[in-house]
């Protein structure tokens, strides 16, 4: 623990939950002249996914995904946190590994980083131990940020207060491959149409092609191996962009070979003439270029069959796992119902919530909703009214999400609510500019207006931030 140095005035703000979220926030707090204490159980209480006891441990996958900020919505995220003096995404930046378009990191390196910012500033204070229960009464500003695996006392108490039943679905991890044990006489190195991206070569994945019968084989092992199982949890849905390989291909024998193994924009150069059927590829895991993840291949398949199935795909039938793939179970709040604009809890305006415990998904989104938590509780603590990112931005996108943007019933109130991730779907309509006498269409036109959300975008995240005046934007 290391004691904060508190000549602030105020009294703290405590955060619950240091995963990247609860980190975020604790920064942005801390960043704004707010003392801090942040609250994290581990080690004092391990969960089912978590292996360490570092800040912002990565669980899941190591990547961050596209970092195209003027094309993709997550990229467009990434660049507005950054704008914006994110913790998470300077940790990022300074532990990245090659991934194509991509930004993936080293997760040692990456945990590692934000822990010793998070330990090092003298306005936080670490506190591991678990807050059971609701937090206590004197604390006066509070954000939640346990993530999908929330202590059962903790969710229990918000259960009571609120009256509402949480959601829940399992969310999949996938297994990581020792790149010594992978042969690549069979497989080679290539991004999907040798697309570069920052920190990449063009040649960043791995990938192992399949003809029809191996393709076929291994859609049969798939289904017939034996999975885990959890009784009480059989009937929870799955999120949909997070499936385990095996409920994929239950969906349909060619469901694979049009999601994680498309074989599009690769070129085996061991055999140039074949067209492959299928492809698995594999994404750099650690900065040493020793580890190396199965893109999409989250999974609850057994250990054994893992093994057993896994090693059926060429190039792997040697594979050795440094780790193989898990299941556990994700809890949200209907935050529609239960949170105001600002993320605090209706039934307890103290409490604030971030993260995937809010309803969003994926890592950059699970920091993105914990660093606007963070600047709502501590212009409130400044005595400020919480200044909310427009609708036209990535944050403002996000947000509205999570507080309102979805379907609801007249007389019945929101519905519907599920996590998802930051997409351009969620983005105010715009036109897109013409030039005289030219007509777009197909791609150019869909590239066209992901330009001009994303400009338009950056442009009012300028304004928000204080960084350009208002009248730059509109222009």
């Given at each position: 623990m290391v004691p904060a140095m508190t000549n602030s005035t105020h009294a703290p703000i405590h955060v619950i939950g240091g995963g990247l979220a609860g980190s975020e926030a604790a920064f942005q707090i801390a960043e704004a002249g707010i003392p801090v204490v942040l609250h994290e159980m581990r080690p004092e209480r391990r969960t089912d996914a978590h292996g360490t006891d570092k800040l912002a441990e990565l669980v899941c996958s190591n990547s961050f995904r596209s970092d195209d900020h003027t094309q993709n919505a997550v990229g467009l995220l990434h660049e507005e946190m950054r704008r914006a003096g994110s913790l998470i995404m300077a940790s990022a930046d300074r532990n990245q590994v090659p991934a194509g378009g991509a930004l993936a990191v080293d997760r040692e390196g990456f945990a590692e980083a934000v822990t010793a910012a998070i330990e090092a500033h003298p306005?936080?204070?670490?506190?591991?131990?678990?807050?059971?229960?609701?937090?206590?009464?004197?604390?006066?500003?509070?954000?939640?940020a346990t993530g999908p695996l929330t202590s059962p006392a903790l969710a229990e108490a918000v259960r009571g207060l609120t009256g509402a039943e949480s959601l829940a679905f399992f969310d999949a991890i996938a297994p990581i491959v020792h790149f010594d044990s992978i042969d690549m006489s069979k497989a080679w190195f290539q991004s999907r149409y040798d697309k570069t991206g920052p920190g990449g070569t063009g040649a960043d994945y791995i990938n192992c092609p399949m003809n029809r019968d191996e393709y076929e084989a291994f859609i049969d092992a798939l289904i017939a191996g034996e999975k885990t199982t959890f009784k009480?949890?059989?009937?929870?849905?799955?999120?949909?962009?997070?499936?385990?390989?095996?409920?994929?291909?239950?969906?349909?024998?060619?469901?694979?070979?049009?999601?994680?193994?498309?074989?599009?924009?690769?070129?085996?150069?061991?055999?140039?003439?074949?067209?492959?059927?299928?492809?698995?590829?594999?994404?750099q895991d650690n900065a040493l270029g020793t580890l190396y993840n199965m893109v999409g291949f989250q999974t609850?398949?057994?250990?054994?069959?893992?093994?057993?199935?896994?090693?059926?795909?060429?190039?792997?039938?040697?594979?050795?796992?440094?780790?193989?793939?898990?299941?556990?179970?994700?809890?949200?709040?209907?935050?529609?119902?239960?949170?105001?604009?600002?993320?605090?809890?209706?039934?307890?305006?103290?409490?604030?919530?971030?993260?995937?415990?809010?309803?969003?998904?994926?890592?950059?989104?699970?920091?993105?909703?914990?660093?606007?938590?963070?600047?709502?509780?501590?212009?409130?603590?400044?005595?400020e009214a919480p200044l909310l990112p427009p609708p036209t931005t990535a944050f403002g996108a996000l947000l509205g999400h999570i507080t309102g943007g979805h379907l609801s019933v007249e007389g019945e109130g929101p519905r519907s609510f599920q996590p998802m991730n930051v997409n351009f779907g969620l983005f105010p309509p715009i036109e897109v500019p013409r030039e005289p006498g030219k007509r777009l269409r197909g791609p150019e036109k869909a590239a066209a207006k992901k330009r001009a959300l994303t400009g338009r975008a950056l442009a009012d995240a300028d304004v928000w931030l204080g960084r350009a005046p208002a009248r730059d934007a509109a222009e």
């Amino acid at each position: 623990m290391v004691p904060a140095m508190t000549n602030s005035t105020h009294a703290p703000i405590h955060v619950i939950g240091g995963g990247l979220a609860g980190s975020e926030a604790a920064f942005q707090i801390a960043e704004a002249g707010i003392p801090v204490v942040l609250h994290e159980m581990r080690p004092e209480r391990r969960t089912d996914a978590h292996g360490t006891d570092k800040l912002a441990e990565l669980v899941c996958s190591n990547s961050f995904r596209s970092d195209d900020h003027t094309q993709n919505a997550v990229g467009l995220l990434h660049e507005e946190m950054r704008r914006a003096g994110s913790l998470i995404m300077a940790s990022a930046d300074r532990n990245q590994v090659p991934a194509g378009g991509a930004l993936a990191v080293d997760r040692e390196g990456f945990a590692e980083a934000v822990t010793a910012a998070i330990e090092a500033h003298p306005l936080i204070t670490v506190d591991r131990r678990e807050v059971a229960g609701l937090p206590p009464s004197d604390w006066q500003s509070v954000i939640v940020a346990t993530g999908p695996l929330t202590s059962p006392a903790l969710a229990e108490a918000v259960r009571g207060l609120t009256g509402a039943e949480s959601l829940a679905f399992f969310d999949a991890i996938a297994p990581i491959v020792h790149f010594d044990s992978i042969d690549m006489s069979k497989a080679w190195f290539q991004s999907r149409y040798d697309k570069t991206g920052p920190g990449g070569t063009g040649a960043d994945y791995i990938n192992c092609p399949m003809n029809r019968d191996e393709y076929e084989a291994f859609i049969d092992a798939l289904i017939a191996g034996e999975k885990t199982t959890f009784k009480e949890w059989e009937s929870t849905p799955y999120f949909d962009g997070c499936l385990p390989i095996e409920v994929m291909a239950e969906r349909g024998r060619e469901t694979l070979r049009h999601g994680p193994m498309k074989p599009v924009g690769l070129t085996n150069p061991n055999d140039p003439t074949v067209k492959a059927h299928a492809i698995v590829q594999l994404r750099q895991d650690n900065a040493l270029g020793t580890l190396y993840n199965m893109v999409g291949f989250q999974t609850k398949l057994k250990y054994a069959e893992q093994v057993r199935v896994f090693r059926m795909i060429p190039g792997l039938e040697g594979a050795e796992f440094a780790r193989l793939g898990g299941l556990h179970r994700n809890t949200y709040l209907d935050s529609p119902r239960l949170l105001d604009g600002a993320l605090r809890l209706k039934a307890d305006p103290r409490l604030r919530f971030a993260g995937q415990i809010t309803g969003c998904e994926g890592y950059v989104e699970s920091a993105a909703i914990g660093l606007l938590a963070g600047r709502f509780a501590a212009a409130e603590r400044h005595g400020e009214a919480p200044l909310l990112p427009p609708p036209t931005t990535a944050f403002g996108a996000l947000l509205g999400h999570i507080t309102g943007g979805h379907l609801s019933v007249e007389g019945e109130g929101p519905r519907s609510f599920q996590p998802m991730n930051v997409n351009f779907g969620l983005f105010p309509p715009i036109e897109v500019p013409r030039e005289p006498g030219k007509r777009l269409r197909g791609p150019e036109k869909a590239a066209a207006k992901k330009r001009a959300l994303t400009g338009r975008a950056l442009a009012d995240a300028d304004v928000w931030l204080g960084r350009a005046p208002a009248r730059d934007a509109a222009e």
